[in-house]
């Protein structure tokens, strides 16, 4: 049974840090590209971040750029996302999904496997 499992979210201060983590089961990891998504209240969801099965690609939506790092570790089953510098507009469910392709980018049809979501609340 393929499953996604995402932790690592929680409340921080504006400028601050945090780690989610996704790990997965059913699956070999390596021949997955994984994304990380974000729906806000109201809002559709939005591709933030995604990196190739062969970890040699990697996409960031604008608006994390230099902020936020994606990375995996096949052996342990798990993508990170490492967000810095966090901001309110950042406040959201944050999923992971995959796909059984070499590359995908941040539209969500092109996944196929998806977490249950971790909540992030970035609030002073």
């Known amino acids: 049974q393929v499953q996604l499992v995402e932790s690592g979210g929680g409340l921080v201060q504006p400028g601050g840090s945090l780690r989610l983590s996704c790990t997965v089961s059913?699956?070999?990891?390596?021949?997955?590209?994984i994304g990380w998504f974000r729906q806000a209240p109201g809002k559709e969801r939005e591709g933030v971040a995604s990196i190739s099965s062969a970890n040699a690609y990697t996409y960031y939506a604008d608006s994390v750029k230099g902020r936020f790092t994606i990375s995996r570790d096949n052996a342990k089953n798990t993508v990170y996302l490492q967000m810095n510098s966090l901001k309110p507009e950042d406040t959201a469910v944050y999923y992971c999904?995959?796909?059984?392709?070499?590359?995908?980018?941040?539209?969500?049809?092109?996944?196929?496997?998806w977490g249950q979501g971790t909540q992030v609340t970035v609030s002073s």
């Open positions: 059913g699956f070999t990891l390596d021949y997955y590209a």
């Open positions: 999904a995959a796909t059984f392709r070499i590359v995908a980018g941040n539209a969500p049809d092109e996944y196929d496997n």
